[in-house]
């Protein structure tokens, strides 16, 4: 991969992109997910003398449903659109555009701009989980298991930026705590994450515990991925992060109509 033509964007103008007015829909929307999040445990403490082990299996198994929202909402980010594009452009795109050319800038965001647009984008689905009736007999285990599930999901995604930003920091930055939780791979451990940070950016896109990283590549799921949507749409991957010549080299094409006329015409 070393003879990749790789042409990212200016990283000066990338950080540019964050405006401080959006702060004040950040902060609403930090307050409103924590609300959400107490309210859902609210509703799911009673069952701890019933269910103890549902609850635990449920709040597993939407941390490793995290895992893999943290992965492919990455992955989205970075092999389709452009920072450019209006809204999901300027509030999901950008920060990974950035982020590929300059790892260390998110070490310095502080809290509201670490966890602001994951809590934003969360919201609907905190707040849809809490309309899931918990009391429907012949249905209650399983209701409650979707309940707590959704729920340890959302709150692990919103965790995502936060675990993330903690596994670019520098090893005198990492409080011991973190390091321990990273040493042990319960979040995303530095090492792990830095096979994404290899050119050309195309694997282990994980951020939450990284524990589908390693199973996803194995079954080639974002090559296949790819492929479908290059199918269909004419798209190629990757091409706004790395440039199309780079995205071209590495894309997994399925040449079609669209597809040709794209590589002729770029
Ligand atoms: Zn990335
Ligand atoms: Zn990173």
């Known amino acids: 991969m070393s003879q990749l033509e790789i042409q990212q964007h200016d990283a000066k103008k990338l950080a540019a992109g964050y405006k401080k007015s959006f702060r004040l829909v950040e902060i609403l929307a930090i307050v409103t997910f924590w609300s959400l999040c107490l309210a859902i445990a609210v509703k799911a403490f009673p069952f ?40 999901l452009g300027k509030s999901l795109v950008r920060p990974f555009r950035e982020h590929h050319v300059d790892q260390k800038a998110m070490t310095h965001h502080d809290y509201i701009e670490t966890n602001g647009a994951n809590c934003l984008v969360s919201l609907p689905v905190a707040a849809g989980v809490l309309f899931i009736p ?38 005198e930055q990492t409080p011991m705590v973190l390091k321990v939780l990273q040493k042990l791979h319960i979040i995303l451990p530095p090492g792990h994450h830095q096979l994404h940070h290899s050119s050309p950016y195309d694997t282990y896109y994980c951020i939450t515990t990284g524990w589908l990283n390693w199973p996803l590549a194995k079954i080639g799921f974002y090559r296949h991925a790819e492929r479908f949507i290059t199918a269909m749409f004419g798209l190629i991957p990757r091409r706004d992060d790395i440039g199309l010549k780079a995205a071209l080299q590495i894309a997994p094409l399925v040449i079609t109509e669209k597809t040709t006329a794209l590589t002729q015409n770029p």
């Open 134 to 171: 918990l009391n429907i007999e012949g249905w209650v285990s399983f209701s409650l298991y979707s309940f707590v599930t959704l729920g340890s999901m959302v709150f692990f995604v919103m965790w995502t930026n936060q675990i993330h930003k903690w596994s670019h920091l520098t090893e």
């Open 48 to 87: 701890h003398h019933t269910h103890p082990w549902l609850l635990v299996a449920a709040l597993v198994s939407g941390f490793i449903f995290a895992d893999f929202v943290s992965g492919f909402v990455h992955w989205m980010a970075d092999t389709w659109g452009s920072a450019d594009m209006p809204v």
